[in-house]
């Protein structure tokens, strides 16, 4: 898949979506838009979120660039704490989680490289948190949207 446009996002166009009473997503560039080289979206989370939890991707590298805050991240089984302006790129494979960290707010740019289409994913954590899907269909999309769920006893003990 390539593309030849560039690829322009407004913020005020972009879809942002409740994924839980403490975190939003904006949709920013899915791969099907960007010709496969990457995906985009802004995680906006609240002091309390539960962030993402340990999961990895096969396809992709997943990176995150800290706007503000601060913000916990599990790679592998240790736990990276990011700041404003801290870059971290996660390889494919690599079992990874984040949150904010406690009593904090993070704001957060993440990307695929290269892209994966998943705005339908975060659409479908939309209306779970809504009461309008099966909490059940989050697991059984993760061979489509490349995102398995796996345990870390370092990310529980964290609290």
């Given amino acids: 898949m390539t593309t030849t446009a560039p690829v322009h996002v407004r913020a005020t166009e972009a879809t942002v979506l409740a994924d839980g009473p403490t975190s939003l997503i904006t949709l920013l560039a899915d791969a099907d ?75 957060v740019l993440v990307f695929f490289t290269p892209g994966i289409v998943r705005f339908d994913y975060y659409r479908l954590l939309e209306r779970v948190y809504r009461g309008e899907a099966d909490p059940a269909e989050i697991g059984a999309s993760g061979e489509r949207y490349d995102n398995r769920y796996v345990d870390s006893p370092v990310w529980r003990a964290r609290g």
């Fill in 33 to 107: 838009v960007t010709g496969g080289a990457l995906t985009a979206n802004r995680a906006t989370l609240h002091r309390g979120s539960p962030g993402a939890p340990p999961h990895l991707h096969t396809s992709a590298a997943e990176s995150f660039f800290v706007l503000d805050g601060v913000l916990d991240v599990l790679v592998g089984e240790e736990i990276t704490t990011l700041r404003r302006g801290d870059l971290l790129v996660v390889p494919a494979g690599t079992r990874h989680a984040f949150a904010p960290a406690a009593g904090e707010s993070a704001d």
